[in-house]
């Protein structure tokens, strides 16, 4: 079963990469933003609970997609790519096996105990 969520997951950051291709933002930018989410794992240093949640907000993919649309409502490229580097990043992290975090700390999620 995990090599057919790795899979599908490989497939929706595959799209991700199709749907930046067609805004106007140099190729660059793609690897130069995929990493900045985890900068939301600054909110760890606040407790589990927090980190938790601010891990979780820029990790879901839902959210991710609800930028993008907005992006693509208010036709505002900018919000699109943000929406686009957020549902690419989450596709990412759970192809090497990163879920949505417990409050029990960083390494429950919920795709499985992250170093079991």
């Known amino acids: 079963m995990k090599t057919i969520i790795k899979l599908e997951e490989l497939g929706l950051f595959i799209l991700g990469i199709y749907l930046f291709n067609r805004l106007n933002f140099d190729w ?23 980190g938790a949640f601010f891990y979780n907000v820029f990790h879901h ?25 957020l549902f690419s990043h989450s596709a990412m ?10 409050e029990k700390g960083f390494k429950y999620t919920h795709l499985g105990e992250i170093g079991k």
């Open 61 to 85: 993919k839902g959210i991710a997609l609800f930028i993008y649309a907005l992006g693509c409502y208010l036709n505002i490229e900018s919000i699109q790519l943000i929406g686009i580097i």
């Open 93 to 102: 992290d759970r192809i090497f096996g990163y879920g949505l975090k417990y």
């Open 28 to 50: 660059w930018w793609f690897p130069v933003l995929i990493l900045v989410p985890d900068l939301s794992m600054f909110g760890y240093l606040f407790g589990n609970k927090n």
